[in-house]
């Protein structure tokens, strides 16, 4: 690892400062799951900062909350166990709790953070699909002040964010679920834990009686970024949901995605496990819908 140097500001405004004055030299660091593991790698692809500018002392960035107008700000500095244990999130979000508790072992979960899972842009991120489905927006802040951005137009490529390199995330803000609405996430991997997606699928249903009002697909490791399967869902919007009509969502999910192959799956088993998992995700989305 080259050297470094550490900077640990105790605001907002100072580590914008930090990363202001030092430019691309300089990388904002939070729990260091993804960022150490990088920097450690001999023939790194990224990188090697001279500052690193340390976010757990900036307060602006932690904790999760929750009110039922503006509905769940989740701080781009709240670890994955803070999010998996929230009681809100845990009733409300389903699919969001669900995601940060896949996020490697328990140790992990308590240093990795959502900010840092959502900035690193890896398209496996776990916490990135439950987020499209529940139509987050990234609360950005930079020297110029705020600006909100759709989640979705956040992630630009494989490791490559809308952020400007004296810009951070801030927080996450997630609308008020309505009412009749459950969600689900899993993932597919070929060990039990401790791997990262092969494919992600979040799907959130609204129902209006009999019938899904609001359909959200959300997909991760089957396109360059986290996506949303917005032909999927339109496919289910207005429909009574039946086994088929989930068979037929699910087949359109897994065209509309564009997998890669890797040593961890063909494009076709790729696909094939999107349909699988969509499947099953929009059950247990409407399982829940309906228990309320
Ligand atoms: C053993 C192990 C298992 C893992 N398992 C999983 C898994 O199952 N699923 C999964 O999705 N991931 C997994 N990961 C990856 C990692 O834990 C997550 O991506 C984690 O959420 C990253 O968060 P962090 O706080 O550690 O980020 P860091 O490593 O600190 O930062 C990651 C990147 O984001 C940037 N960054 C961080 N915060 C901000 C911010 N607020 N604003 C701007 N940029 C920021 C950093 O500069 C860096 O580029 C695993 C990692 C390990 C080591």
Do not use: W
């Not at 030299?25 to 729990?31: I, K, Q």
């Not at 990224?46 to 932690?62: D, K």
């Amino acid at each position: 690892m080259r050297t470094f140097e550490y900077h640990a500001p105790t605001s907002l405004n100072e580590a914008i400062s930090l990363l202001q004055e030092h430019g691309e030299a300089a990388r904002p660091l939070a729990g260091g799951t993804d960022l150490v593991v990088q920097m450690k790698e001999k023939a790194t692809k990224f990188a090697a900062p001279s500052h690193i500018v340390s976010l757990l002392r900036v307060p602006e960035l932690s904790g999760v909350s929750f009110s039922e107008s503006e509905g769940l700000r989740i701080g781009a500095g709240a670890t994955m166990s803070q999010v998996a244990d929230s009681p809100i999130i845990r009733e409300r979000y389903r699919a969001i709790a669900e995601g940060a508790a896949l996020v490697g072992s328990i140790q992990t979960m308590n240093m990795a953070t959502v900010g840092g899972n959502l900035c690193n842009a890896a398209p496996s991120a776990d916490i990135a699909p439950p987020l499209l489905a529940f139509e987050a927006e990234a609360v950005i802040v930079g020297p110029s002040g705020r600006r909100k951005l759709a989640l979705e137009e956040f992630f630009l490529g494989p490791g490559k964010t809308a952020l400007a390199a004296d810009e951070l995330l801030a927080e996450v803000r997630v609308p008020l679920p309505p009412p009749g609405m459950g969600s689900a996430y899993d993932r597919h991997t070929p060990r039990k834990q401790m791997d990262i997606a092969v494919v992600g699928v979040a799907a959130a249903l609204t129902m209006a009686g009999e019938r899904i009002e609001r359909a959200r697909v959300a997909l991760g490791a089957v396109a360059p970024t986290p996506v949303r399967a917005p032909q999927a869902e339109a496919a289910l919007e207005g429909q009574a949901p039946s086994d088929e009509l989930f068979a037929r969502a699910a087949d359109v999910s897994a065209a509309e995605c564009s997998p890669i192959a890797d040593l961890r799956g063909s494009a076709e088993f790729r696909r094939h496990i999107v349909r699988v998992m969509t499947k099953r995700m929009l059950r247990e989305a409407l399982d829940r819908a309906r228990s309320g």
